[in-house]
């Protein structure tokens, strides 16, 4: 201590050399030379800089392009985006159309069928338009005439299935092949499940896999047809566009039933799996999907 005051480090240090040296003027000189310090450490080391050379015109237009290549993409990207947000919310929505038209076609069967019990009637539900064929065995043995209707039918190897319009023509030709296939009619949950487990389409002769609904909308669009909700419903209902959606279906690989098949040769009356089985064809593709 100097004078009753704390002393720095610095002004002992001046004080050691210079004796005489007042207090304020050794404070004075402590204070210049922490301000030198600060400036120091606040200024960063600067690099010269390199004298600007030509940039050829070459690689000016080529940035140019970039950017404006750039540019367009992004805008691409904006669009595209905003246009699977837009596709997403019509599917979600077509969808919903579509399990409400079930739930309600459902629920008109059941009042229909309370109110003819009521009243001690029958209710005979509407005729189904649609069945599903399945192949159950080879082509040893095979009429000319068998086999010919099979492929019509799109049915050229064992286990293949395809969804066939029921009318006159179709009856008598099913009829025909029955020792060699079996057939019945479909529900939604079994259309579904064949559709989105199983389900295959065409695309340029090609046998694709339905992963998107772009592939539906790049071939169906023209009908209205834009996801697999709607292929699901002009299967099951056979809608107007029933021909186009069908033609544009892979016929269906399944594998064989779980425990396999009780007896090909006989008929499903006789306890075997061949010909008309009605609804009882649901439980048996459940097994094979």
């Not at 079930?102 to 005729?127: D, H, I, Q, T």
């Not at 060699?180 to 694709?208: A, D």
């Not at 834009?226 to 186009?244: M, S």
């Not at 269906?252 to 040769?265: C, D, V, W």
Request: overall charge positive.
């Amino acid at each position: 201590k100097i004078f009753g005051q704390k002393q720095s480090p610095l002004i002992a240090y001046y004080r050691l050399f210079s004796p005489d040296l007042e207090i304020d003027w050794c404070t004075k000189l402590e204070r210049n030379f922490r301000k030198r310090r600060q400036s120091a450490l606040a200024k960063p080391n600067k690099m010269p800089l390199k004298p600007k050379e030509d940039v050829p015109e070459k690689v000016l237009k080529q940035a140019k392009r970039n950017a404006e290549k750039k540019k367009i993409n992004k805008k691409l990207i904006t669009g595209e985006k905003k246009r699977k947000v837009a596709d997403k919310k019509a599917y979600y929505k077509r969808g919903k159309k579509y399990e409400l038209k079930y739930k309600k076609m459902a629920e008109s069967n059941a009042r229909n069928l309370k109110k003819a019990r009521a009243k001690g009637n029958f209710f005979v539900p509407a005729e189904p338009k649609v069945a599903v064929v399945t192949r159950i065995r080879g082509i040893i043995g095979l009429h000319p005439k068998i086999r010919k209707i099979l492929q019509l039918l799109r049915l050229r190897q064992i286990n293949n299935t395809t969804f066939v319009k029921i009318n006159g023509a179709t009856e008598k030709m099913l009829r025909l092949v029955e020792p060699f296939i079996m057939y019945g009619y479909p529900s939604i949950e079994t259309v579904r499940n064949l559709l989105f487990k199983r389900g295959y389409c065409k695309v340029n002769g090609q046998r694709t896999r339905m992963v998107d609904n772009r592939i539906i909308k790049r071939a169906l669009g023209k009908y209205g047809i834009i996801c697999i909700d709607d292929v699901v419903d002009q299967i099951f209902t056979c809608g107007k566009y029933f021909k186009e959606v069908n033609n544009f279906l892979w016929p269906i690989k399944l594998s064989n039933p779980k425990g396999g098949f009780s007896e090909k040769l006989l008929h499903f009356n006789e306890g075997g799996e061949a010909g008309q089985r009605g609804e009882e064809i649901n439980a048996m593709l459940k097994k094979m999907i």
